[in-house]
Every structure is written in structure tokens, then in C-alpha cells.
């Protein structure tokens, strides 16, 4: 039989090697000696601390104060050391490495059979991972509280086989209830759903519970403790589950969505309400992509203006601007799409061009552009644009531009007219007595007399500048007109066989004169006028080199379109019209030339008056007509003329009639503020058997007449005097009852003055100039006489 082994009797050696080779730190201090002083620290306890080992031995137990601990820790363990008491506590020191350290500490106090304490014997454990992981853990805890409540978001925990549910974080808040209120069971929820939605959410639920979907994605009502219904935004997952796959605990959150739904609902109808502006804007509005070179975004507009369907404009991407746009625009509109670099942000460009309309036509258009995005870099990627057709507005500007134009043409062409005619008008007074008295002096000296070859020449000059009277009273439209229906191609051969000698002989003339045309209303003699000058002007620009002249007649229709381009075609109405065309190859005007040519006394030739196109613009004129010119320099001219067809029949041939002075008798009274017309045209009714009176003005005239109307055959009346003109005259002798022929003297045409007096009803019109036959042939034409 073994002996039992003794018990172990070690000494303090053995001890103290025993309690070196722990892993734990022993601390001993004596409590009897002054300040404590440690009298036995293992190797454990001070490799915990950072310190030298038997570094800690003598000095005081102060030196293990944990002042990195928490305040509350500190004042417990220094109460517990001062009364010699026994404590445990986690202390937090700082080594001196600067390395934190947490000890569990454990003092024990040793006593003597009295009671009385002799020693504090403690056991250090180094805690620090264990510490630093419960403090992570609180912080995580701590992040993810703060979360849930900056975020606002509910958490649940459900287990699925018992149907508890743990409502945590916002869960409860976000419906106004207090953390007691609501039993954590799965039921809560399903009694706080709106019914309305639970036949959506059931089947979400299901099919994520039964695996079909990863993740639980859904928002339904909650109903609040106020009664109110919350959208909610549920997002959870099933985290656990039986070895066969059925769900065991899901977790998710809840997020209150009402604001954002409300906001997403108002956003939603202000982008359906800018969705409806946008369409129905009049104003094309596209958004346009820089780095892909397309249209992102369009509205009905963009494809209106040009015939095209948003579909198409958006198929032709950057092409549609290339296929649409007129050629010459081109440059410009590239120039103006690479121009986006370094454009701030709310800069505004603008770009006008014209574009081909699917159906042909041409429509100008202006965009403004402005930088919609930018990229990573800052460099523009989107352009939103606004394209508004402008043709329209175009074309009314440019019309308000032709009628101020077209006004301001009226406006001097009726200046320089009342000016032309004025001075015409003079000169034709003058004339009269210069033409009558050589008339007169002719018809006294025999046909053999010296001094006829004298008058001849002087008659002849008078003759000449009564015709510069004409052509000055055709272009102020005062000429006189002696209207009649014509056939335009006959009046253009008379033209021609009168000018045949006066054309270059080596200018190629070529003639398509039609004799099936509609007559036109005119003065025969004014638009023979217009064709001599037009054909003069047209042989005198060949320069006497080789060339060509063409004339030609036609019927026409002239549209809107073909009038306006025409000087005077504004005003006139669309329809029949009878043109006349004369082209040459000649040596052709400059523009500025073609601005000037009807303007009176503007020539480039050495000889002439420049009359003969002033009046020919005011025969085209007063005879409703309209004319364009087209020159090229150094290729040649064409002058088109369009005068209204008539409607009435053209008239057979006949022979004019033979009107020759006779001797008559009677008082004829002369009324004239011209001294010599009043004494010319006396002496020339007293040479054809007349008695004349005279009366210088309109009061004379009516005074006068008041005195011998019983006697009075005729009144010769100018029209323009001082005091009362001679409409006024004429109106105060007819209130006096009297009936007597009157004859209306004037520089002006018996065309003005018939539509100055309209019906007013005067038996005669005697124009200045004239002879002595001239007044013989109007007396005989005055019934009675």
C-alpha cells in the first residue's frame, strides 16, 4: 500500500517564483507603512503597465491611480483604498508608450486575527481586447441609433413561426405612438394596413417568405394614432431559415414616404402640366445632345414647323438642321453648334437661318440656345433649345418695309409731281400767249411774207415746249388723257414703222406682236409715248455695238405675288393685264442707275432732258398700269409693263371728224388772271366774229356774269386763280340760275380736271396752249353756237 503523499509546505521562495511565472498581475502593498508602499509586483504586473520589471516596488500605491478611467470609477476606488475596503473595478490606464490599457482589478484586503488591516493584495487582468470590443459594439449601437433616428427609419424583427414582431427605432414614432403602445406582435402591423392595400402586399410578402424574391420591397398605409393614413416604404429580408428552407425570422425597415410621395406626386403634375405647355407651345422646344450628336427631346412643334412627325425629327438627329437648312446657311449653323466651349452657364445664343419645309416651301426660323448639362469635366453635354418660326413676322416686317418704302416712293413722286405739274402749268400760260399771238400774226401776213419764215420756227419751238409741258405733266399723272380701247400690239407697230430710221442699224430687232389681244383703256397718244421711249432707250444702250432688242405683247394673269414685285403693283388688283416686254443686250444699269432712272431730269446720256422715263412712269400710272425693271451690267435690260385689259369692245376703224372754225357773233366772257391769256384769247374771238368780256379773278368773273348773263354765249373759265378758283366760280354762276355753256381753260389734262369737277356738268375743255383753231373747233362743239 502506497503512503499518502504529504501536503506541499512550501517556502517563500517557491512562492514568490510561483507567483512570478502567473500570467495575471499580483500587486502587494503594506497598508501598516506609511503611504502605502507596494512591497512585491510580479513580472505580469508590470509588462500590463508598460514598466520595468520591480520598477513599482517601493513606491507608493497612489502610483496605480487609474486617471484615465471615468470619473465615477476613480471616486469608488479611491473611497474603497482609504477606507481599506475590498473592490473590483475595470481601470483604464495610459502607458507611458501612450498605448491605453484596460486592467480588471481585483484588491483584496488581508487583516490580523483582530481585524486590523495589514495588506491590499490585488489581481490584475488585462481586459483591453475585451474593453475595446464592448466599446466598438456600444459606438456601432450608438452610430446606429443616431442613424435610425437622423434617418428616421423603423426597424422590425419578426419571428415568423411565433408571429412576435419587435418594433424598434422610429417604428412606433413615425405613427405617433409611444414605445408601450403597440403590442410587438405581426398582427399590429396587419391591424394597422389599410385595407385597401392588403391584397397588393399579401402576395409581396408570400413570394419573398417562399424564396422567390431576394429582397422584400413594398410601400403600403399605415393608419396613425390621429387616424391619418402614412405611406410607408417597407424593405426587408429573411435572414434565417429551417433546414428545409421555410422562413424563420425576417428583418427589415419602415420609412414614412408621405412627403416624398406627395412631392413626387406634385412633381409629377407640374411635369405634366410643363409636358402640356411644352406641347402645345407654338415655339419648337428640343433638347439637344452635344456628345452624341442627337435630339434627346422634342416637342409637336419641333416636327410641325417643318412637315415632319417627332419620331422623324428625332431618327434624323443632328441631320435634321442639315437636310432642312438652305445650303448657304450651312457654315453658319456648324460655326454656331461647334461654338459651345467656354459658354457660361445662363448665356443665351442665338442663331437665325431658313429651312426647307417637307412641302417645299422656305420658313426662317431663330433659335436661342443655352447650356442645358455639363459633364464631369465642365464641358457643355446638353443643349436646350427654342426654335420659333419667325416667317410669318418676316414676311410682315418686309411688307411694312415695302409699304413704307412704297409710301415714301408715293410721297416723293407726289412732291416732285406737284412740282413737275406746277411748273408745267406756268410754262403752259406763258406758252399760250407766245404760241396764240404767232398763231395769230401767222393767220394775218400772207403766205408770201418775209416774216413768215420767221413765225414758222417760232411756232414750232412753242410746240416743243408745250410737249415738255406734257411729258412733266405724264409723269405728275396730269397729262392729258384722251382715253379710248386700243389694241397694244397695233400702237407698237405704229411705233415701229415711225422709228425704223431712228434705231441703230445694227441692233437685231425682233417683234412678237400677237393681234388677239384684250384691249386696253388708254390715251393712244401717251402709250405710244411709252413704247418710243422704251424702244429709244433700249436701241441707245446697244452704244452702236451689235446686239439684240426684243418686243413682244401678251396676254397675262398677274398674281399677288407678280404685282408686288412690281413698282405701283402693290395697289393694284390681281387678274387680266396686257404686258408689254422690251429687252436689249445692251450695255445693262447698276443698281443705283435703276433706283434714279425715272426720276425727273436724271440722264447718263449727253443729250436730253431725262423727261422721257419720268413720263413714262407717270402715264404707267395714271393709267393703273405697273412696271419692273431687270438690269445686269454688261449683259442688258428688261422693262416689263403690265396695263389693265378692258373689258369693252375694241372700236372699228372710222375717220375723225371735221370740226373747222366758223364765224359766229355774240359776248363771250374770258375769265383768266393771266393778262396776256385774257388779251390773246380776246382778240381771237373777236377775229372769229365775237365780242369778248374779260375779268381777271373769281370775284370779277361772278360779277360780270351777274351783269350780262342774259347776253353771255360762252364762258372760256381757267381753272387755278386767286380769290375763287374756278370750280368756285362755276358753282356761284350756276346758284344764279343761269345756264350758260361753260368752257374750261387749264394747263392741266381735261382727264384732272373731269375728276375735279366730276359731275358738275361744263360743255368744254380748251387746253393750253392753244391756236385760234383750237378755240374755233371748242366753240363749235358748244351747242347753239
Not at 460655326?335 to 431658313?354: I, M, P
Not at 368744254?764 to 371748242?778: C, D, Q, V
Request: net charge negative.
Amino acid at each position: 500500500m502506497t503512503p499518502p503523499v504529504p501536503p506541499l509546505a512550501p517556502d517563500r521562495d517557491t512562492l514568490l517564483r510561483a507567483l512570478a511565472l502567473l500570467p495575471v498581475g499580483v500587486v502587494i502593498s503594506d497598508i501598516t507603512r506609511p503611504g502605502i508602499p507596494i512591497i512585491y509586483a510580479n513580472a505580469s504586473a508590470h509588462v500590463m503597465l508598460g514598466l520595468p520589471v520591480d520598477s513599482l516596488v517601493g513606491q507608493s500605491v497612489a502610483v496605480l491611480a487609474s486617471t484615465e478611467s471615468p470619473p465615477e470609477t476613480q471616486e469608488r476606488v479611491h473611497d474603497a483604498v482609504f477606507a481599506f475596503q475590498s473592490f473590483q473595478a475595470e481601470l483604464c490606464y495610459r502607458r507611458p508608450d501612450g498605448a491605453i490599457v484596460w486592467i480588471d482589478a481585483d484588491v483584496r484586503v488581508e487583516r490580523d486575527a483582530m481585524g486590523r488591516p495589514l495588506r491590499f493584495v490585488s489581481s490584475h487582468t488585462d481586459v483591453t481586447a475585451k474593453k475595446q470590443a464592448e466599446l466598438a459594439l456600444r459606438a456601432s449601437e450608438r452610430t446606429f441609433a443616431l442613424a435610425l433616428e437622423a434617418g428616421q427609419l423603423g426597424i422590425w424583427d419578426w419571428h415568423v413561426p411565433t408571429g412576435h414582431m419587435e418594433l424598434g427605432g422610429a417604428w412606433r414614432g413615425m405613427l405617433g405612438y409611444t414605445k408601450d403602445e403597440l403590442e410587438p406582435r405581426i398582427q399590429t402591423w396587419e391591424d394597422l394596413l389599410h385595407p385597401d392595400d392588403m391584397p397588393t402586399i399579401r402576395p409581396i410578402v408570400r413570394d419573398h417568405l417562399e424564396g422567390r424574391t431576394s429582397y422584400y420591397d413594398a410601400e403600403f398605409r399605415l393608419r396613425t394614432k390621429a387616424g391619418e393614413w402614412r405611406w410607408i416604404r417597407a424593405r426587408g429580408k429573411v435572414i434565417e431559415r429551417t433546414a428545409e428552407g421555410q422562413p424563420v425570422r425576417m428583418m427589415g425597415t419602415h420609412s414614412d414616404v408621405t412627403d416624398l410621395r406627395r412631392t413626387e406626386e406634385e412633381l409629377r403634375e407640374s411635369r405634366q402640366s410643363l409636358e402640356r405647355v411644352m406641347q402645345t407651345s407654338p415655339c419648337s422646344v428640343f433638347v439637344f445632345d452635344l456628345v452624341e450628336s442627337r435630339i434627346i427631346y422634342s416637342n409637336h412643334s419641333v416636327g410641325e414647323a417643318l412637315g415632319y412627325s417627332i419620331r422623324e425629327i428625332e431618327e434624323m438627329g443632328n441631320s435634321v438642321i442639315v437636310r432642312t437648312a438652305r445650303p448657304e446657311d450651312l457654315p453658319r449653323i456648324m460655326a454656331f453648334h461647334n461654338s459651345w466651349q467656354g459658354v457660361a452657364d445662363g448665356e443665351v445664343k442665338t442663331l437665325e437661318y431658313q429651312a426647307r419645309h417637307r412641302d417645299g416651301s422656305d420658313r426662317v426660323f431663330v433659335v436661342r440656345a443655352m447650356v442645358f448639362d455639363r459633364g464631369p469635366d465642365g464641358r457643355p453635354t446638353k443643349v436646350v433649345c427654342a426654335s420659333l418660326d419667325i416667317t410669318d413676322q418676316r414676311a410682315a416686317a418686309e411688307e411694312n418695309r415695302r409699304l413704307d418704302e412704297q409710301l415714301r416712293e408715293t410721297q416723293r413722286l407726289e412732291s416732285l409731281g406737284v412740282l413737275a405739274g406746277g411748273i408745267a402749268h406756268d410754262f403752259n400760260n406763258l406758252l399760250t400767249g407766245i404760241l396764240g399771238y404767232a398763231d395769230l400774226a401767222g393767220q394775218e401776213l400772207s403766205a408770201s411774207a418775209v416774216a413768215q419764215s420767221h413765225l414758222t420756227p417760232i411756232i414750232a419751238s412753242a410746240h416743243r415746249a408745250a410737249e415738255l409741258c406734257q411729258q412733266m405733266l405724264a409723269y405728275a399723272g396730269k397729262g392729258r388723257v384722251e382715253l379710248t380701247v386700243a389694241n397694244l400690239s397695233n400702237i407698237v407697230r405704229e411705233v415701229r414703222s415711225l422709228l425704223g430710221a431712228a434705231i441703230s442699224k445694227k441692233a437685231e430687232v425682233e417683234f412678237d406682236l400677237p393681234d388677239e389681244l384684250p384691249g386696253i383703256e388708254c390715251d393712244v397718244n401717251q402709250i405710244r409715248q411709252v413704247v418710243m421711249n422704251l424702244f429709244t432707250n433700249a436701241s441707245e444702250a446697244l452704244e452702236g455695238w451689235p446686239g439684240q432688242i426684243r418686243v413682244s405683247t401678251a396676254a397675262v394673269v398677274a398674281d399677288r405675288a407678280a404685282l408686288d414685285a412690281m413698282r405701283f403693283g402693290a395697289g393694284r388688283p390681281p387678274g387680266e393685264y396686257v404686258r408689254l416686254t422690251v429687252s436689249d443686250t445692251g450695255c445693262g444699269m447698276s443698281a443705283a442707275t435703276v433706283a434714279k432712272m425715272f426720276d425727273p431730269f436724271f440722264t447718263t446720256k449727253f443729250t436730253g432732258r431725262g423727261l422721257g422715263l419720268s413720263a413714262v412712269l407717270g402715264i404707267i400710272r395714271s393709267h393703273g398700269g405697273a412696271i419692273r425693271v431687270d438690269s445686269v451690267e454688261e449683259e442688258g435690260t428688261a422693262v416689263e409693263v403690265l396695263l389693265p385689259a378692258s373689258e369693252k369692245p375694241l372700236p372699228g376703224p372710222s375717220l375723225p371728224p371735221a370740226v373747222g372754225p366758223g364765224q359766229g357773233s355774240g359776248v363771250v366772257l374770258v375769265v383768266d388772271d393771266e393778262p396776256v391769256v385774257r388779251r390773246l384769247t380776246g382778240m381771237m374771238l373777236q377775229s372769229l366774229g365775237y365780242t369778248p368780256l374779260f375779268a381777271a379773278d373769281g370775284p370779277e368773273a361772278v360779277r360780270v356774269y351777274a351783269e350780262n348773263r342774259e347776253t353771255l354765249k360762252v364762258v372760256f373759265l381757267d381753272l387755278t386763280m386767286p380769290g375763287l378758283d374756278g370750280l368756285q366760280v362755276f358753282k356761284a354762276i350756276r346758284a344764279q340760275g343761269g345756264r350758260t355753256p361753260v368752257i374750261l381753260m387749264s394747263g392741266y389734262s381735261e382727264h384732272e380736271v373731269r375728276e375735279k369737277f366730276g359731275t358738275h356738268g361744263f360743255q368744254g375743255f380748251l387746253s393750253k396752249p392753244f391756236t385760234r383753231n383750237a378755240l374755233a373747233e371748242r366753240l363749235a362743239e358748244v351747242k347753239g353756237l
